[in-house]
């Protein structure tokens, strides 16, 4: 995570997120860098060696008073109040049918494989950062089947990234007659 320079990406869904999702592998680095930012936001964060941003002090204010599930057979126990491990997909399965507002799948990348094979995303936002790594880990390295993908908006941003927005196709989208 070292080539990331900040979490400063629009936030602006948010306010559609009543909850978030992560993978057991994700979550301890995830808890410990906004809870670092809750417990001093004008200080260093010791995964980056900077200081937090407006957003991400935001964005830290925000995770601490929403819902998280940890999908994870491994985790014994997450130390954020808002935290629950979840143990199946099932889990997750069940969540969505619940009412309420988005859930938002903050990642890795095997959490959202899981999940596209699931069928249980429904929309994917990505960030294209400007830089090239040479390697790194594949994000749809482990989704068993095709899903096509309906563009829905891209946002170029003035730190030189570029959001992306994808609607998942289902089989009644793409047999729908264009507009």
Known sequence: MDWIENWDDPFDVLPEIDTC???GGMYPGYESYW???????????????????GDEVAYARFADRTPHVVLSKTLDRVHWETARIARDVEEIRELKRQ??????????????????????????RMTVHPLVLGRGKPLFKDVHNRHPLEFVDSQPL??????????????????????
């Open 158 to 179: 003035s730190s030189g990234r570029v959001n992306l927005v994808y609607q998942v196709a289902t089989d009644e989208s793409r047999a729908a007659p264009a507009p």
């Open 35 to 53: 809870r670092s930012i809750l417990a001093d936001p004008n200080g260093v964060v010791p995964l980056t060696g900077r200081r937090p941003s």
């Open 99 to 124: 009412p309420g507002k988005n859930i938002h799948a903050v990642g890795g990348a095997s959490l959202v494989s899981s999940l596209m094979n699931e069928g249980l995303v429904d929309e994917i």
């Open 21 to 23: 999702i992560l993978g």
